[in-house]
């Protein structure tokens, strides 16, 4: 099994258009949510110089490095426009190849002050076989109350992966905040995360996740498989060209 799950930076305006777009764009906010609204004056255009910056790319690849499967896509060189992780193995028989989102010039490119160095922690990871997983689904504009708190029969909140249908196989992607609520001002899709700490939450192909207010140093999730298949173009078959039946 082979995975890779790329972390596309973006603008405010491009992280506003995918956001409306999906319709995920909020309709109401309170400003304070969005951060700007609580920094001083001298602070407000460090906060736009930051947002415009350029950024890295980051990638996450299962398994590891030594071990890789080609993917429809290639892997970039690690370098100053991108950051490639590789997976680990874990004590507990997990894999996984995980970053933590905050100000480094090292991993994102982040270097505004305002920006904690660890605000919360992408994961992409395989989970030990025949293992449960326990995942929440970000369904409720009030995600303080996620879905798993409601039940604590693990099996119903089992999240399968909707390319291969069985967790055992499939890798998860899933984001864990690093800061608790009212500490920070992360996003995912249109919605302000206010989670508890250590609680794991989906992301999906083509989810928005912004550091900073609803737009702020967005990023868009971008998740392959190797068991993604694209479709090849139909060949077009050849006409049959008519015979002159014409007689001189």
Not at 44 to 62: F, G, N, S, V
Request: with cysteine.
């Amino acid at each position: 099994m082979t995975a890779k799950l790329v972390l596309l930076p973006l603008s405010k305006s491009e992280s506003r258009k995918l956001l409306k777009s999906s319709g995920n764009y909020p309709q109401k906010f309170e400003p304070g949510q969005e951060g700007i609204a609580n920094l001083p004056t001298a602070e407000l255009e460090k906060a736009e110089q930051a947002c415009k910056r350029p950024r890295k790319t980051i990638t996450l690849i299962l398994p590891k490095e030594n071990n890789i499967i080609e993917l429809d896509d290639e892997i970039p060189v690690r370098d100053e426009n991108n950051e490639v992780i590789y997976s680990k193995k874990y004590e507990d028989g997990s894999e996984a190849a995980r970053v933590s989102l905050g100000r480094s010039s090292k991993t994102t490119g982040i270097e505004w002050t305002k920006i904690s160095r660890a605000i919360c922690e992408v994961s992409l990871y395989k989970p030990t076989e025949g293992g449960k997983v326990v995942i929440d689904l970000l369904d409720s504009a009030d995600n303080e109350k996620l879905k798993s708190d409601t039940s604590v029969d693990y099996d119903n909140n089992k999240k399968t992966s909707p390319k291969s249908g069985d967790n055992d196989k499939a890798a998860i992607a899933s984001l864990g905040m690093r800061k608790s609520t009212g500490d920070h001002y992360v996003w995912l899709d249109g919605q302000l995360i206010k989670a508890p700490l250590g609680r794991e939450i989906e992301i999906q192909d083509g989810s928005i996740l912004s550091l900073f207010g609803v737009t702020g140093l967005s990023y868009q999730i971008k998740l392959y498989q190797d068991d993604d298949k694209k479709k090849s173009p139909k060949k077009k078959s050849p006409k049959k060209r008519k015979l002159n039946t014409h007689k001189e």
